[in-house]
């Protein structure tokens, strides 16, 4: 009835090439990220929140701002 094809077998291996590839681009992803849009965003809103006198929301803002720059420092040192 009809003909059977056999396709060959298809290996899903991720290379150490592109594994280094895809942790350099994450890297890259998220060093942009941190630097250049959530940590001004983080000192902006903490500079408002002061300024209005909401020191819980400040606090909060600097807290984010120091996690971020420890994670963009990583993604930095990786790069």
Do not use: N
């Amino acid at each position: 009835m009809g003909q059977v094809i056999a396709f060959p077998e298809r290996k899903d291996v991720l290379t150490e090439d592109r594994r280094h590839a895809v942790i350099t681009g994450l890297c890259a992803l998220t060093f942009l990220l941190g630097f250049f849009i959530v940590g001004p965003s983080l000192a902006l809103f903490a500079f408002g929140f002061v300024t209005t006198s909401h020191l819980g929301s400040a606090v909060a803002c600097v807290a984010g701002l120091a996690v971020t720059w420890a994670i963009t420092r990583v993604a930095y040192k990786h790069l």
